[in-house]
């Protein structure tokens, strides 16, 4: 599937219907999602197993799914949001697994992990524990983050390493009322990690 016409498929998907500030609940726009996917499926990472890690309404991993991966499980610890996500699963014909879990107690082995994590904007360091799981269950991680995160981002997954990333727009929606504009554009950075192992 292009990354065009991916893009287009999930457009459709719907995300939070009541998204919580304090918990950075924004949906990832279609634009993002296709281009993090396209980039995992053309290093051929979407395979065997995909973990999407705070999965909302499942975009990523509806995506993952569509793109060839063998099995793709989402995890995420709202209840309401999980609903969405395997409606829209079901509506795109897409066998993804939606599991409620909080993000320490999500376990078992994947080949890679996509996720759009919280930014830290509101908590600071709420990414962290992201990074932490994902680098614990998985050999590849696909993550988006906030432009300039390059040099810590490097150092907190030490001695994972960083191979490729890409720098793109993020259009986020009016969403809350603290938003003062429609959409704002945002710079994000979408890193691939590879898990690396000390000694």
Known sequence: MRKKHLEIVLEGLK?????????????????VA???????????DLVDTVYDLGCGGGILAIGAKLLGAEKVIGFDDDKEVLEIARANANRLGADVEFVCSRIENIGGKAHTVVMNPPFGAQVKG????????????????????NAGSLEFIKKFISPSVITEYQLIDFPIKRTFRFHTKEIKVIK???????????G
Not at 34 to 44: D, I, Q, V
Not at 188 to 198: A, F
Request: cysteine-free; charged content about 30%; glycine content about 4%.
């Open 188 to 198: 994000v950075e979408i890193y691939r990690i590879e898990k690396r192992i000390e």
């Open 15 to 31: 995300g939070f219907e009541s998204p919580k500030p304090e918990r950075e609940q924004y949906s990832t726009p279609a634009t």
């Open 34 to 44: 296709s281009e993090l996917l396209h980039f995992a499926f053309m290093r051929g």
């Open 126 to 145: 709420s990414d962290r524990p992201f990074l932490r799981k994902a680098l614990e269950v998985s050999s590849v991680v696909y993550s988006i983050h």
